[in-house]
């Protein structure tokens, strides 16, 4: 059944040379990761690390839960560096954004909480929702005029509302008005604005702290989620918010109660790389560089950021399409439903700072010629 509708899915044997992937006997442009900033391949930066890294604290597991003991003292220390960067009163590090998405909203709402979530937020926040036990409601794509009718006619109904929506969008790589979301929030009583910043981290603002410092709302964002698998070439989540609501999250989020913490080691990488996001202007830079030469090359799509979403539309031409794309040099996967809706299947283009323009005007030609024959066809 899942085969017959085009959704199957199996993992490949892939080698990893930098930029490039090596699969089935080709070298390919690595276009579907998300090391938007190009640092996970890195030597240099590696052999930094380990010049600086204390082996005797880089243990490869902590054995235990951080509220038994594995709390080691580096979680703190890359928590206060954190809230300290966001200017904010703290910040909690999390296994994962899956963990981190899935365990937050159940843990700050009740059964007398609505939640109100763009229609296109991440799997994990809708797992999140369903775990909770608040009224949900999901409002049209960046519809901020629907979510403020939504607020009006559930005002004074809840004790708290949620408003819940990504920065850069995974699947879309549009941008949330997060201004007009802080607006709204102002506007309502018992209101918490709820951000995942997953694909803005690293890549988005003046200093990579995401859309949130881009757009100057950083104060205003009741809980923010970020991500250290993405841009930051490393594992692992962390929400910046208040002291109470960390608290509040230490004691009553099961993600985080009921699940071994982060290796050490891997949270020693973590607050490495995250002391010099300030310093990767130029990798962001390149990146702007590179989404303008999308948007040149594709006026009649919307290209907001650093992900390109090329709609195909059927599953089986996605899968179709990406295959011509791997025999032409360009490591570019279909993503197909559940993830996208039934007839939205595309090509998703992740841009990363190691790649040069050569090999993007390359790309978009390849994307080009390829789209003709399918139109030609019929199939787009």
Same mark, same amino acid.
């Given at each position: ?51 600086v ?37 703290a ?78 969008f995974?699947?879309?790589g ?18 918490m ?40 070439a ?19 989020m ?8 982060? !290796?050490p +080691?891997?949270?020693?990488? =973590?607050?490495?790389? /995250?002391?010099?996001? $300030?310093?990767? @202007? *130029? ?54 439903? !559940?993830? +996208?809706?039934?007839?939205? =299947?595309?090509?998703? /283009?992740?841009?990363? $700072?190691?790649? @040069? *323009? ?23």
């Amino acid at each position: 059944m899942i085969r017959d509708a085009g959704a199957y899915r199996s993992l490949s044997s892939i080698s990893h040379q930098g930029k490039f992937i090596e699969a089935d006997g080709r070298t390919m442009l690595n276009v579907s990761s998300n090391d938007y900033l190009g640092l996970s391949g890195l030597e240099s930066l590696r052999q930094e690390f380990a010049s600086v890294c204390d082996p005797t604290q880089a243990l490869y597991s902590a054995s235990s839960a951080r509220l038994l003991t594995g709390n080691f003292p580096v979680y703190g220390e890359l928590e206060s560096l954190i809230a300290l960067r966001y200017g904010r009163e703290a910040a909690l590090l999390l296994n994962s954004g899956y963990h981190a998405n899935v365990g937050i909203l159940p843990a700050i709402t009740s059964p007398s909480s609505l939640i109100l979530a763009d229609k296109l937020v991440h799997a994990s926040m809708i797992d999140g929702i369903h775990l909770s036990r608040a009224k949900a409601i999901r409002y049209r794509h960046n519809d901020y005029a629907q979510l403020e009718r939504l607020l009006d006619d559930n005002q004074g109904r809840y004790d708290s509302v949620v408003l819940v929506t990504e920065s850069v969008f995974s699947m879309d790589g549009d941008i949330c008005d997060l201004r007009k979301m802080v607006e709204l929030k102002r506007r309502y009583p018992n209101v918490m604005l709820y951000v995942d910043e997953a694909h803005a981290v690293g890549v988005c603002g003046p200093t990579g702290l995401g859309q949130a410092e881009a757009q100057g709302v950083l104060p205003d964002v009741d809980l923010l989620v970020e991500t250290f698998g993405k841009a930051l070439a490393s594992v692992g989540a962390f929400v910046v918010t208040n002291e109470d609501m960390k608290q509040l999250l230490i004691n009553r989020m099961r993600s985080f109660i009921f699940t071994t913490a982060l !290796p050490p +080691v891997n949270v020693m990488w =973590s607050k490495f790389v /995250f002391g010099k996001l $300030a310093s990767f @202007t *130029e990798e962001r830079n390149r990146l702007r560089s590179l989404e303008r030469m999308l948007q040149v090359a594709f006026p009649d799509r919307t290209v907001s950021s650093h992900i390109f979403p090329f709609l195909v539309g059927d599953s089986h031409e996605s899968v179709r399409f990406s295959e011509c794309l791997k025999r032409k040099g360009f490591y570019a996967l279909p993503v197909r439903p !559940p993830t +996208v809706p039934e007839g939205t =299947s595309r090509i998703r /283009f992740s841009l990363t $700072a190691q790649m @040069t *323009e050569v090999e993007i005007a390359r790309m978009i030609d390849v994307i080009k010629d390829i789209s003709s024959e399918f139109v030609k066809e019929n199939k787009i």
